[in-house]
């Protein structure tokens, strides 16, 4: 089965095309066939497409919506000049699957979308009106481009999360705030710790209910997630992406009173606030330089600029501080798993946030740490340390080709 995966910002639309089935994915042998990108969708957009193993195409051309690009990308697709293999026509897609972000409540694992589906995403747009548009957009234009007979499937961000229990979920406001709009943590990035649980026990060959971990998925966004016996019991976005680690541009944990007295002091809208708290801080608004670790890594070794290194610092030890928490929300963990952008590439930070942490029985290993950056996997702790310490690059897109496959096939989720 080819499945066309889509992932689609308010201004973006990123696809890989993956073979699987359900062999496939018993055996682990899925693969993916082709990807790309569009950016900058609305004006002069940058597009690159890549079939595995040949080089990229690369090319910028007026888009003016998302359904021009997903045109766009299938002319792509199907041109024989392209040679994905086994993919000749449009027909040789066999159906979609959609990330979407927010699930709310009702959206426990990944469905097939038809009317009621979109009208509850359409309605989950308040809980996230960041991320659902985007998202729907590319459900609206994959189902006009490919009609009702190629299924599409969403699966959402939140899904992993659901298993958290109600200790972990709610804030300690008013009970009935939840009871009436559902103010709960939802949190993100679901579908790459769960990717993250699925490898490591993989690696260490455990069965789903023995995967006892804190996966730390630190990219622009960040999120760490404590996995216990294979479901999450916590997580540390919330109802929205801005809560918990530092990020890129986003704040992370705060005082909400500071809210009020960011508006009070710079006569600034509710509005202007939060958008300073998810654009203009985290790694960005302590540098005062950007929100690019690699970039703050360099200004620190090459110019020894003081603030990339408080950011650098700040950013690690937040890190540090959930790997220690949720070490005591789980009553121990087996391993830590470093992944995303920064996760998988930045030994700095990933030796910054295990700092110290020997007490917990945690002990890298400064050779393997080093080494361990582009895309490798493996495990990075020192021989006796008691919890192992893992790089697991992510992979959102296989989950989402595979519970795609899943759902058009009725085949069981797991
Ligand atoms: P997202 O998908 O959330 O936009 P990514 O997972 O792509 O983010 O992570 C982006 C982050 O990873 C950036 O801060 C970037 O600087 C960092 N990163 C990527 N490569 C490296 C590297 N070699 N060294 C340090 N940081 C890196």
Same mark, same amino acid.
């Given at each position: 089965?080819?499945?066309?995966?889509? @992932? /689609?910002?308010?201004?973006?639309?990123?696809?890989?095309?993956?073979?699987?089935?359900?062999?496939?994915?018993?055996?682990?042998?899925?693969?993916?066939?082709?990807?790309?990108?569009?950016?900058?969708?609305? $004006?002069? +957009? #940058?597009? $690159?497409?890549? %079939?595995?193993?040949?080089?990229?195409?690369?090319?910028?051309?007026?888009?003016?919506?998302?359904?021009?690009?997903? *045109?766009?990308?299938?002319?792509?697709?199907?041109?024989?000049?392209?040679?994905?293999?086994?993919?000749?026509?449009?027909?040789?897609?066999?159906?979609?699957?959609?990330?979407? %972000?927010?699930?709310?409540?009702?959206?426990?694992?990944?469905?097939?979308?038809?009317?009621?589906?979109?009208?509850?995403?359409?309605?989950?747009?308040?809980?996230?009106?960041?991320? @659902?548009?985007? @998202?729907?957009?590319?459900?609206?234009?994959?189902?006009?481009?490919?009609?009702?007979?190629?299924?599409? %499937? +969403?699966?959402?961000?939140?899904?992993?999360? $659901?298993?958290?229990?109600?200790?972990?979920?709610?804030?300690?406001?008013?009970?009935?705030?939840?009871?009436?709009?559902?103010?709960?943590?939802?949190?993100?990035?679901?579908?790459?710790?769960?990717?993250?649980?699925?490898?490591?026990?993989?690696?260490?060959?455990?069965?789903? &209910?023995?995967?006892?971990?804190?996966?730390?998925? #630190?990219? @622009?966004?960040?999120?760490?997630? +404590?996995?216990?016996?294979?479901?999450?019991?916590?997580?540390?976005?919330?109802?929205?992406?801005?809560?918990?680690?530092?990020?890129? /541009?986003?704040?992370?944990?705060?005082?909400?009173?500071? %809210?009020?007295?960011?508006?009070?002091?710079?006569?600034?809208?509710?509005?202007?606030?939060?958008?300073?708290?998810?654009?203009?801080?985290?790694? !960005?608004?302590?540098?005062?330089?950007?929100?690019? #670790?690699?970039? #703050?890594?360099?200004?620190?070794?090459?110019?020894?600029?003081?603030?990339?290194?408080?950011?650098?610092?700040?950013?690690?030890?937040?890190?540090?501080?959930?790997?220690?928490?949720?070490?005591?929300?789980?009553?121990?963990?087996?391993?830590?798993?470093?992944?995303?952008?920064?996760?998988?590439?930045? +030994?700095?930070?990933?030796?910054?946030?295990?700092?110290?942490?020997?007490? !917990?029985?945690?002990?890298?290993?400064?050779?393997?740490? *080093?080494?361990?950056?582009?895309?490798?996997?493996?495990?990075?702790?020192?021989? &006796?340390?008691?919890?192992?310490?893992?790089?697991?690059?992510?992979?959102?897109?296989?989950?989402?080709?595979? &519970? /795609?496959?899943?759902?058009?096939?009725?085949?069981?989720?797991?």
């Amino acid at each position: 089965m080819n499945i066309l995966v889509l @992932n /689609t910002g308010s201004s973006s639309l990123k696809f890989q095309i993956i073979r699987t089935d359900l062999e496939m994915i018993e055996k682990g042998e899925d693969e993916m066939l082709a990807k790309g990108l569009i950016e900058r969708i609305g $004006s002069q +957009a #940058l597009i $690159s497409y890549q %079939v595995v193993g040949k080089g990229q195409y690369k090319s910028a051309s007026p888009i003016k919506d998302h359904k021009q690009a997903l *045109n766009h990308c299938l002319a792509w697709i199907v041109d024989p000049n392209t040679g994905i293999p086994g993919i000749e026509g449009i027909e040789d897609i066999h159906a979609v699957g959609h990330r979407t %972000v927010h699930g709310g409540e009702q959206f426990t694992s990944s469905v097939r979308i038809d009317d009621a589906v979109i009208k509850s995403i359409e309605d989950n747009i308040d809980l996230a009106p960041l991320h @659902n548009p985007p @998202n729907l957009k590319g459900i609206y234009a994959a189902r006009e481009v490919f009609g009702p007979k190629v299924p599409q %499937v +969403a699966v959402f961000d939140t899904a992993f999360h $659901s298993t958290m229990p109600e200790l972990s979920f709610l804030y300690a406001i008013p009970y009935q705030l939840y009871r009436r709009f559902k103010i709960r943590k939802y949190g993100f990035h679901g579908t790459s710790h769960r990717y993250i649980g699925y490898r490591y026990r993989k690696l260490e060959n455990l069965s789903r &209910d023995k995967v006892n971990i804190i996966s730390m998925h #630190l990219g @622009n966004g960040a999120s760490a997630c +404590a996995i216990k016996n294979g479901k999450s019991m916590d997580t540390s976005m919330g109802m929205s992406p801005l809560d918990g680690l530092m990020m890129g /541009t986003r704040c992370g944990d705060l005082d909400p009173q500071v %809210v009020e007295f960011i508006a009070h002091k710079e006569n600034s809208t509710l509005e202007e606030v939060l958008q300073l708290l998810n654009k203009r801080s985290g790694l !960005l608004g302590i540098s005062g330089l950007t929100h690019d #670790l690699r970039d #703050l890594e360099l200004e620190w070794n090459e110019y020894k600029d003081r603030r990339a290194k408080l950011a650098i610092d700040m950013f690690a030890a937040r890190v540090r501080k959930y790997i220690g928490a949720y070490m005591a929300e789980m009553g121990g963990a087996d391993a830590v798993c470093f992944t995303a952008g920064i996760g998988e590439n930045s +030994a700095m930070i990933r030796r910054e946030a295990c700092e110290g942490l020997e007490f !917990l029985g945690i002990k890298l290993d400064d050779k393997l740490n *080093n080494e361990m950056i582009g895309g490798k996997e493996g495990l990075i702790s020192a021989k &006796d340390s008691k919890v192992k310490v893992y790089v697991i690059p992510t992979n959102e897109e296989l989950i989402l080709a595979r &519970d /795609t496959c899943r759902v058009v096939l009725n085949a069981p989720l797991p």
